[in-house]
């Protein structure tokens, strides 16, 4: 069974580069027709999907985000990374890494001085 873990900081300043790692147990992140993807759930609002990176290294992005977010992948520790750009308060939220029925626990994310 696959199993994600989102790691990274819990805060972050406004303007600085959000990174997060999601670590992949039980499954290869190079399986065929995997597409892992960074999903986010601010304060009082609804899942919006940020991006994902398929199992070829290719690359989706979402229009809203696509000037910010940067998708990458470290085959050899089986782990994406996502890295969001000139962050601000409306980026504080809960950040999920997924792929079809499984998502990790959930990383709390705050942007603030």
């Known amino acids: 069974q696959v199993q994600l873990q989102e790691s990274g900081p819990g805060l972050v300043k406004p303007s600085q580069t959000l990174s997060l790692t999601c670590t992949v147990s039980g499954g290869s992140i190079t399986t065929n027709y995997y597409y892992w993807s960074w999903i986010r759930q601010a304060p009082g609002k609804g899942l919006e999907w940020m991006g994902a990176?398929?199992?070829?290294?290719?690359?989706y992005d979402s229009p809203s985000l696509k000037s910010r977010t940067s998708i990458s992948r470290d085959t050899a520790k089986n782990q994406f990374t996502l890295q969001l750009s000139s962050v601000t308060p409306e980026d504080t939220a809960v950040y999920y890494c997924?792929?079809?029925?499984?998502w990790g626990q959930g990383t709390q994310v705050t942007v603030s001085s």
């Open positions: 997924h792929l079809m029925n499984y």
């Open positions: 990176i398929a199992y070829s290294g290719s690359l």
